[in-house]
Structures are given as structure tokens and as C-alpha cells.
């Protein structure tokens, strides 16, 4: 069990005693998609947050969304990221004066391959205002700012220093407390809006309410701003196609090598590592197959290219021969 899993099962507790729950459900709008193995990509996205009444603070504190993100990966198999995310308006807020929506629209999971299978823990905390609370605030975010990227051979480095600094901020009663969380697996995951929300049991018809396409707070069927609970907006997204695949640490570093290669006069090993790259591309585990395919076939469509260019003395190549790599797949 996760500390967060601890807390959550404390703060429910709680919760039960006072005829309240937890409420996580999907709105209506917009209609949901299936996100299909091997397809697509998958993102997550905190929309926005609202913190209603603090159960415990009296002086100021931080608002954070935290989150635990689990999904599978072909080659390292279980993936755990983590973030927090702390908007400038949600820094030393006073309990006397809570009632504004948050707009974060931050991913706290960045696009990744779906293979199967994603759970997400997910939490708004209050941390009691200290002279240490926020400098620590700003590094845990600064790490998950490069824990969350959607390339695992970046995030990996940052994964357990992320984790064991949230450990200390947010699995402490006496610094945090948890305000509304949750904990979830999707077998058969769907795209759309979710909310997670703290409420008495039937107050809230979750079906009649709607995001604000403006600020990302919620509207009830008359279309007033939804008051009086704490919550957290929060979308599940998917792609056909990855945007950022220039990002891809192994894709990247396998072109430079093509142009030192080149820039060196060594024509041959230039070609070697052309091949190479496009090996790369087909089995990266940071794509889905059709966009693997699709970036080694432009790849290999540039061999000819390289092969006419029979002379490369060093020093007379000053730039990429084969051009910049965000030109390769456009």
C-alpha cells in the first residue's frame, strides 16, 4: 500500500462519519471515446481545481494537485510518474478567502503510448504555509515539471527523488492534509472530463454539469458556477499521432550522431548510422506503430540522398546533410 493509499483510506474515515463521499464520475460532455490498444496515445490533463473550506488550517497554506500515475510500457513494464502541480494562485492562500476557481490545465501525465491498463491516484492537498514549505514546493514541481515527460528514458532519473520528496511533504499529517483524493484503474479506458469532487451523498447531479471552456470550472444545469465542494476537473485525452516525437531522447541523440559522422568526412559510418536511426525509430517504445513505421520509412527515403553526397571531406560540412530532424516527419 502507497502512502498516499494510507492517507486516502484515513481521510475516507473521516469523511464516512461525517455522511460524505468522495465523488468520481465522468460528465456527459463530451461524449466519450474508446482509447484503443496500440493506437493511440494516451494524456492526462488537470483542468482545474477549487478549494471550498480547509478542514484544518487556520493560517495560510499551498493548494497542490498531486498526483500518482501508473501504465504500462512495452519495454519497462509498469511506469510510475508523479507531479504536483501548484498554480501561482493556489500559493499561501488564506482560509478566510477560498471562494475562486483555480484554471491549472497542466498535464500530469505527458502523451504516452497506451498498451493497456492506467491507474491514477490523484489528490488536492492543503500544505500548511512555512518559511520551508514553499522553496520545497517549487523543487518537487521543478522535478515532476521532468518526471512527467512522456519519454521514459528521461523520467526514470527523477522518478525516485520525486517520490521519496513527496513522501515527506504530503505523507506528513502534521505538514498536509489530504482535502479530496481518489484512487483508480480503467481496464477499458474511455477519453472525456472527469470530476473528482468532496460531497454530501446526493447533492451534486454530476450528469447535468458541464466545463467552462473559458476557465475549466464547473457549471450546473443552469449554467451558474458550481459552489460550495471542493474538486478537481481533470480530462483524459488520446491522439493518433505524437506531436513531440522530435523530444525522443534516442532519436534525437542517433541524428546528431549522423551529422558528426558527416561533419567528420566519415561517409560510411554516416550511412551505418542512418540504418541505425531507422531501426531506432521502428522499435522505440515511445511511439505507436504506425508512427514508428511512418518515421522509418521517411528515414530510409533518405539514404539516397546521403549516398549521392560521394565526397564529404572534414570541415566542408558545416550543417545536418539530411536537414534538421523536425523537417524529417513534418
Known amino acids: 500500500m502507497s502512502w498516499f493509499q494510507s492517507i486516502l483510506q484515513r481521510t475516507k474515515s473521516i469523511i464516512i462519519r461525517q455522511s460524505e463521499d468522495f465523488i468520481l464520475e465522468r460528465l456527459p460532455e463530451p461524449a466519450p471515446g474508446a482509447v484503443t490498444k496500440d493506437q493511440d496515445y494516451v494524456s492526462i490533463i488537470v483542468k482545474s481545481a477549487r478549494i471550498d473550506h480547509v478542514r484544518r488550517w487556520t493560517s495560510k497554506f499551498y493548494g497542490c494537485v498531486q498526483s500518482r500515475v501508473h501504465y504500462l510500457h512495452v519495454d519497462r513494464g509498469d511506469i510510475e510518474y508523479q507531479t504536483v502541480v501548484v498554480p501561482a494562485l493556489m500559493k499561501d492562500l488564506d482560509p478566510k478567502n477560498l471562494d475562486k476557481v483555480i484554471q491549472i490545465d497542466k498535464p500530469i501525465l505527458g502523451s504516452v503510448p497506451y498498451?493497456?491498463?492506467?491507474?491514477?491516484?490523484?489528490?488536492?492537498?492543503?500544505?500548511?504555509?512555512?518559511?520551508?514549505?514553499?522553496?520545497?514546493i517549487d523543487l518537487l514541481t521543478s522535478l515532476a515539471e521532468k518526471a512527467s515527460v512522456g519519454f521514459v528514458s528521461a523520467a526514470?532519473?527523477?522518478?525516485?527523488?520525486?517520490?521519496?520528496?513527496?513522501?515527506?511533504?504530503?505523507?506528513?499529517?502534521?505538514?498536509?492534509?489530504?482535502?479530496?483524493?481518489?484512487?483508480?484503474?480503467?481496464?477499458?479506458?474511455?477519453?472525456?472530463?472527469?470530476?473528482?469532487?468532496?460531497?454530501?451523498?446526493?447533492?451534486?447531479?454530476?450528469?447535468?454539469?458541464?466545463?467552462?471552456?473559458?476557465?475549466?470550472?464547473?457549471?450546473?444545469?443552469?449554467?451558474?458556477?458550481?459552489?460550495?465542494?471542493?474538486?478537481?476537473?481533470?480530462?483524459?485525452?488520446?491522439?493518433?499521432?505524437?506531436?513531440?516525437?522530435?523530444?525522443?531522447?534516442?532519436?534525437?541523440?542517433?541524428?546528431?550522431?549522423?551529422?558528426?559522422?558527416?561533419?567528420?568526412?566519415?561517409?560510411?559510418?554516416?550511412?551505418?548510422?542512418?540504418?541505425?536511426?531507422?531501426?531506432?525509430?521502428?522499435w522505440s517504445p515511445d511511439l505507436v506503430p504506425a508512427d514508428q513505421q511512418r518515421l522509418a520509412h521517411a528515414a530510409e527515403a533518405k539514404l539516397p540522398e546521403l549516398q549521392k553526397k560521394t565526397v564529404i571531406s572534414a570541415g566542408a560540412v558545416t550543417e545536418h546533410p539530411l536537414g534538421e530532424l523536425r523537417n524529417l516527419y513534418p
Not at 118 to 125: K, N
Not at 171 to 183: K, R, T, V, W
Open 115 to 136: 498498451v493497456g491498463g492506467l491507474s491514477l491516484e490523484l489528490g488536492l492537498f492543503s500544505v500548511k504555509s512555512v518559511d520551508l514549505a514553499g522553496p520545497y
Open 156 to 282: 526514470l532519473p527523477f522518478v525516485e527523488p520525486f517520490r521519496k520528496g513527496a513522501d515527506l511533504l504530503f505523507g506528513n499529517a502534521d505538514q498536509s492534509e489530504l482535502e479530496i483524493g481518489y484512487d483508480k484503474t480503467w481496464t477499458d479506458l474511455e477519453t472525456g472530463y472527469w470530476v473528482l469532487m468532496l460531497a454530501p451523498k446526493g447533492s451534486v447531479s454530476v450528469s447535468s454539469l458541464k466545463v467552462d471552456p473559458n476557465d475549466g470550472r464547473l457549471l450546473d444545469g443552469k449554467g451558474s458556477a458550481l459552489k460550495g465542494y471542493p474538486y478537481i476537473v481533470f480530462e483524459i485525452a488520446k491522439s493518433n499521432r505524437r506531436d513531440d516525437w522530435i523530444l525522443i531522447p534516442e532519436l534525437k541523440a542517433g541524428w546528431d550522431a549522423i551529422a558528426k559522422a558527416a561533419k567528420a568526412g566519415q561517409l560510411d559510418d554516416a550511412e551505418q548510422l542512418l540504418k541505425q536511426f531507422v531501426l531506432t525509430c521502428r
